[in-house]
């Protein structure tokens, strides 16, 4: 005989998976900092033939430096023609060097909680 039954109501049976009972101990973390994040983490994405590069924090030089597309990179071996930013009007300089792809991020999106670039170029994706 269910739960149902038992009470004498049917209209209980479909809601008693639904009910929840609260953790005897509630989750904390203890001694734990809260993660910081900064430029040098990098996120990667593709949509559409681009490649997205969300950096998770604002470069003190103004200069976003991506080690993942550097020039001779496994990982990014075409070319890159464009670097835009989401949110900017205009595409932006950059350099593309053996170390890294260095990209001048604009000054009208410093205190940005992150900043996502979209780059182009045959044989990235």
Known sequence: ?????????????????????????????????????????????????????????????GVLRLTALAQDSALAPGAIERVEALGAAQPLSFSRTAKALEVRVPEGLAGSAAIALKIQGQGLV
């Open 1 to 61: 005989m269910d739960g149902a039954q038992r009470r004498g109501h049917p209209w209980h049976a479909p809601l008693a998976p639904l009910r929840r009972r609260p953790h005897p101990r509630p989750r904390r973390c203890r001694g734990r900092q809260p993660m910081a994040f900064g430029a040098q983490d990098i996120r990667y994405t593709t949509k559409d033939g681009a490649l997205y590069a969300i950096a998770l924090g604002w470069p003190e030089s």
